[in-house]
T-cell receptor, first 114, second 112 residues
Framework: ETGVTQSPTHLIKTRGQQVTLRCSSQ?????VSWYQQALGQGPQFIFQ???????GRGNFPPRFSGLQFPNYSSELNVNALELDDSALYLC?????????????FGPGTRLTVL | DQQVKQNSPSLSVQEGRISILNCDYT??????FLWYKKYPAEGPTFLIS?????DKNEDGRFTVFLNKSAKHLSLHIVPSQPGDSAVYFC???????????FGQGTRLTINP
C-alpha cells in the first residue's frame, strides 16, 4: 500500500510568482487536507477536499486555491507569492471526511520564497 | 489566536523514565483531541486520540489524559525509549468541523 506522496520535495520561488504543489493520496482515501507549517509552528489548516469538492477552509486568502481530481489526488496553488508563504506544506489524506477518520500525512513540500 | 498551546518547546527525559507532554486549549467547542509525532523529513504520524466525552485513553506505552474543566490535555509515555525522540504535536477538532487545529509542538529528546 503506497502512502501519501508529495511533489516536489523542495521549491524556491520569488515574490509575485505562482506555485503548484501536488499530492497523491493513499489508496482508498477520498479526502485530502492541506496544511501550512511555518518554522517553529504547528501545521495550520488551509482547506480540505472531499470527492472533488472543497469541504472546509481555514483562514487563508483566496490566492490559496486547490483542486482535487477524480483519482483523489490534489493540487495546492498559491498565486502572488509573498515572503511569509515560505513554509512546509503538508498534505494529508483520509478515508472519509470528519475528524474520526485518521489523517495520513505526506512528507511535505518545503517552499522558499525569496 | 492560538487556540491550542504547547508551552514547552522542548523536553529532555532519561530512557526508561516517564515523559509527560502537556497541551492547553481555549475553545470549548473542541470535541476530539489527538497527538501526532513527527520525525525530521517525515510527515506527522497519528499516535493516539481521545473524545471529549472521555478523560483517559490508553494504548500500550501511551496514555492521553483530558481535563475538560482545566482545558488541559497531556500525553504520558512510559517507559520512554530512544525511538520516542521526535516532535510531538497536540491537535484538536472543533465540533462539526473538518480541520485539525495544532499546537506549536514539543521536541522530546530521550537520553540513554
Amino acid at each position: 500500500e503506497t502512502g501519501v506522496t508529495q511533489s516536489p520535495t523542495h521549491l524556491i520561488k520569488t515574490r509575485g510568482q505562482q506555485v503548484t504543489l501536488r499530492c497523491s493520496s493513499q489508496s482508498g482515501h477520498n479526502t485530502v487536507s492541506w496544511y501550512q507549517q511555518a518554522l517553529g509552528q504547528g501545521p495550520q489548516f488551509i482547506f480540505q477536499y472531499y470527492r472533488e469538492e472543497e469541504n472546509g477552509r481555514g483562514n487563508f486568502p483566496p490566492r490559496f486555491s486547490g483542486l482535487q481530481f477524480p483519482n483523489y489526488s490534489s493540487e495546492l496553488n498559491v498565486n502572488a507569492l509573498e515572503l511569509d508563504d515560505s513554509a512546509l506544506y503538508l498534505c494529508a489524506s483520509s478515508p472519509g471526511q470528519g475528524p474520526y477518520n485518521e489523517q495520513f500525512f505526506g512528507p511535505g513540500t518545503r517552499l522558499t520564497v525569496l | 489566536d492560538q487556540q491550542v498551546k504547547q508551552n514547552s518547546p522542548s523536553l529532555s527525559v532519561q530512557e526508561g523514565r516517564i515523559s509527560i507532554l502537556n497541551c492547553d486549549y481555549t475553545n470549548s467547542m473542541f470535541d476530539y483531541f489527538l497527538w501526532y509525532k513527527k520525525y525530521p523529513a517525515e510527515g506527522p504520524t497519528f499516535l493516539i486520540s481521545i473524545s471529549s466525552i472521555k478523560d483517559k485513553n490508553e494504548d500500550g506505552r501511551f496514555t492521553v489524559f483530558l481535563n475538560k474543566s482545566a482545558k488541559h490535555l497531556s500525553l504520558h509515555i512510559v517507559p520512554s525509549q530512544p525511538g520516542d525522540s521526535a516532535v510531538y504535536f497536540c491537535a484538536a477538532t472543533p465540533k462539526g468541523a473538518q480541520k485539525l487545529v495544532f499546537g506549536q509542538g514539543t521536541r522530546l529528546t530521550i537520553n540513554p
